[in-house]
C-alpha cells in the first residue's frame, strides 16, 4: 500500500479514538469520518508498517447509521467527531470501546451492558474553552474550537450543544476586546492579550461564570474596563474573573484567578445538593449526565449500612457530598486547594458534618494515615492512577472500589493491576457523558 493510493473499502467498526476501522489483505486501514458499515472510496495519507491511515473521497453506500449533523460546523470544527452517527448507535460504539479496551488491555471477557444515555443529547455541554487568536490583515478576533488535529481555530457563532448564551458572550467579548485594547492571543509568538474564553453555565439556574484567561501577570485598568462591559451587560453573568498564563503552554487555565466583577463561582445542583463552582475547580461538563452517575454509585454505596467512604481525586467532594446521607463518615482527598475551599462552603450550605476534606495528594494522603474505609471511590484524571496510589487504596480499603473514570485505556490497565492484587470485577457501566465524541466514562465496581 502507498501514499495517495485509492481503494475502495467496507468499514468494519470504530477505533477507541472514534475512526473507522477497514482490513485490506489483514492490513488495517483508520478513516476519518467513516462510519461501519459504509463501503467508501478512500485515499491513504500515510503509511506506517502495521497500519495506513485514509481520507474518505467517496460514500459509495452510507451505513444506516449516518445522519445528518444537526450542527452546519461539524466537518470543519474538531468538537463533535460522531455527529453524523445516529445517537442509539454512538451508545453502542462506546460500549465497544470500554468492551475493546478491557480486553486487549486488561485480558478481560466482560459483556459490558449498553452506555447509559445523555439525559440531553442537543444542549448538554455547560463548560466552554475557546481558545482566541487574531487575524493578521484585518485585525479581527476568532474564538472557538480548534479544526481536528490542528491548532486552526473555527470561528464559532453557533454551537448547538451548548446553552445559546455562550454563542452571545462570546460575540460580546469578540467584537468589543479591540475597543478597550485587548488583542488576541498569538500562539506562534506567544504574544498579544486574550488566550481564551472560559465559561461555566450552571444547568440549574442558568448563571454564567466568564474567566478570561490573559497572557499576562497582573490587571490593568482596560481589562477592568472590559470585565465589568460584559458583566453588565449579561443578565445572567454571575461574575467575571480573569486567569493570569504567561507561560508558553497548552495548559489552558493556570493557578492564579483573581475575580474583577460579581461573584467567582456559580451554583449547580445535583441531586439536590448545591455546589459552589469557581474558575479552576473541576467539575463535570455534563450536569445531567454526572447526575447519573452520581445516582448510580449512591445506590451502589446504599448497599452497606452506613459505611465509611474514602473519595479519592474528588475535586470539589462531589461524590463525598452525594453519599453524605448514606455514609456513615466520609473522606474526601483532592490536590487541587481552591476546589477544596469551595468544598467546604459546599459542606456548610448543605449543612453536611460527617465530611472530612483533605488538600492532598491521594497517595501521600494514604501513606500518611492508617485508618480504613469500607469503600473507596477512585475517579483520577485520564491518566489514571499510579501503581503506588493503587497498592494504598487497595491497603486502605476493606471491601470494595468503585472506578470512574473518563478512559478506557487507562481503565483498563488499572483494573489489571487491581485483580492481578486480588480485586473481581463486579460489574461495568459505561455513560454518555460527552455526546458525539468518542469520549466516554465508566464506572466500576470491584470487590475485594
Ligand atoms: C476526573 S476529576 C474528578 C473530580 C470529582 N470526583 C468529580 O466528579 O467532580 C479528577 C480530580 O482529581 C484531582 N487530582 C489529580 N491528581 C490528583 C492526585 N494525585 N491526588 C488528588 N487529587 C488529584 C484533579 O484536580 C481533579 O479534581
Redesign the pocket.
Known amino acids: 500500500m502507498n501514499l495517495n493510493d485509492e481503494l475502495v473499502v467496507k468499514v468494519e467498526k470504530f477505533s477507541n479514538l472514534g475512526t473507522g476501522i477497514a482490513k485490506v489483505n489483514g492490513f488495517v486501514i483508520f478513516i476519518d469520518n467513516a462510519c461501519p458499515e459504509d463501503e467508501v472510496r478512500v485515499k491513504i495519507t500515510k503509511v506506517n508498517k502495521t497500519y495506513a491511515n485514509a481520507n474518505v473521497i467517496e460514500i459509495i453506500n452510507p451505513s444506516k447509521y449516518r445522519v445528518l449533523p444537526f450542527c452546519p460546523m461539524q466537518k470543519v470544527c474538531g468538537s463533535c467527531q460522531l455527529q453524523y452517527v445516529d445517537y442509539n448507535y454512538q451508545l453502542e460504539l462506546k460500549r465497544q470501546i470500554v468492551q475493546d479496551s478491557l480486553k486487549s488491555i486488561g485480558g478481560f471477557d466482560i459483556t459490558v451492558p449498553m452506555t447509559i444515555p445523555s439525559p440531553d443529547n442537543k444542549v448538554y455541554r455547560y463548560k466552554i474553552q475557546y481558545p482566541v487568536s487574531q487575524t493578521k490583515v484585518s485585525k479581527r478576533l476568532l474564538a472557538g474550537y480548534y479544526k481536528l488535529q490542528s491548532h486552526d481555530i473555527v470561528n464559532i457563532k453557533y454551537c448547538p450543544i451548548q446553552p445559546e448564551i455562550c454563542d452571545k458572550i462570546v460575540d460580546f467579548i469578540r467584537e468589543n476586546a479591540l475597543n478597550f485594547g485587548i488583542n488576541g492571543y498569538d500562539e506562534r509568538k506567544h504574544s498579544g492579550d486574550l488566550r481564551h474564553i472560559v465559561l461555566r453555565v450552571s444547568a440549574n439556574n442558568q448563571k454564567v461564570l466568564v474567566t478570561l484567561v490573559i497572557n499576562g501577570k497582573k490587571v490593568f485598568k482596560n481589562l477592568n474596563n472590559f470585565a465589568s462591559a460584559i458583566y453588565n451587560e449579561f443578565e445572567s453573568v454571575a461574575g467575571v474573573c480573569v486567569n493570569f498564563n504567561s507561560k508558553q503552554t497548552n495548559v489552558i487555565l493556570a493557578n492564579r484567578t483573581e475575580c474583577l466583577c460579581g461573584q467567582d463561582y456559580i451554583e449547580e445542583k445535583i441531586l439536590d445538593r448545591v455546589f459552589k463552582i469557581g474558575a479552576n475547580?473541576?467539575?463535570?461538563v455534563n450536569p445531567k449526565s454526572?447526575e447519573n452517575i452520581f445516582d448510580y454509585v449512591k445506590k451502589e454505596i446504599k448497599k452497606y449500612e452506613f459505611p465509611t467512604v474514602l473519595?479519592?481525586?474528588?475535586?470539589?467532594?462531589?461524590?463525598g457530598i452525594i453519599v453524605s446521607d448514606v455514609a456513615g463518615e466520609v473522606v474526601s482527598?483532592?490536590?487541587?486547594p481552591e476546589?477544596i475551599k469551595n468544598a467546604r462552603d459546599v459542606l456548610k450550605i448543605n449543612g453536611i458534618d460527617n465530611v472530612e476534606l483533605h488538600a492532598?495528594?491521594?497517595?501521600k494522603?494514604l501513606q500518611s494515615v492508617k485508618r480504613k474505609f469500607d469503600v473507596t471511590?477512585l475517579?483520577?484524571?485520564?491518566k489514571g492512577c499510579t501503581r503506588v496510589?493503587l497498592d494504598e487504596t487497595l491497603k486502605h480499603t476493606k471491601k470494595e472500589i468503585i472506578y470512574?473514570s473518563?478512559n478506557p485505556a487507562t481503565l483498563a490497565r488499572d483494573l489489571k493491576y487491581l485483580c492481578e492484587k486480588g480485586c473481581t470485577i463486579q460489574s461495568v457501566q459505561p455513560f454518555d457523558m460527552f455526546c458525539h465524541t468518542y469520549h466516554v466514562e465508566t464506572v466500576v465496581i470491584l470487590k475485594i
Open positions: 475547580t473541576f467539575f463535570q454526572a473519595d479519592a481525586y474528588a475535586g470539589i467532594a462531589t461524590f482527598v483532592e490536590e487541587n476546589s492532598k495528594d491521594t497517595t494522603y471511590i475517579d483520577p484524571p485520564r496510589s470512574v473518563c
